[in-house]
């Protein structure tokens, strides 16, 4: 009877192993203007490692057009820099498959507005 409630005691106790998606948790878009005919970047934090091999960012302009854009690793743990061509102004957004080191795929979308 010991012996029983000692393992259901241990088992109740284990944490389990969770695996979560990589979730942006801070952008410079928040804070940061992107203005017309100026090449730029963007940074995104993750809230945890990613994959920078296996990730890829379009940029989606008017019509619905994607176009490729580089990434880099930031200064951060979970940190990419973006690569942000010299755009007209108007609205555009970024669409995101990221990995995550544990292998989960995340996919989002962030929109936001070039200035004149």
Known sequence: MKKIALLMLCM???????HAH?????????MQTIHANT?????????????LGLSQVFLVSKGDQLSPLGIAKGDKQGQMLINIPALTAGDYALKMKVF???????EDVIHFTVSP
Not at 12 to 18: E, H, I, R, S, W
Not at 22 to 30: D, G, H, M
Request: aromatic share 6%; with cysteine.
């Open 39 to 51: 090449a730029d970047h963007v940074s995104l934090t993750f809230n945890s490692k990613i994959e």
């Open 12 to 18: 109740a106790c284990q944490t389990p192993l969770v």
């Open 22 to 30: 990589a979730v942006v948790t801070e952008y410079s878009l928040k």
């Open 100 to 106: 995550a080191a544990d292998g989960h795929l995340t």
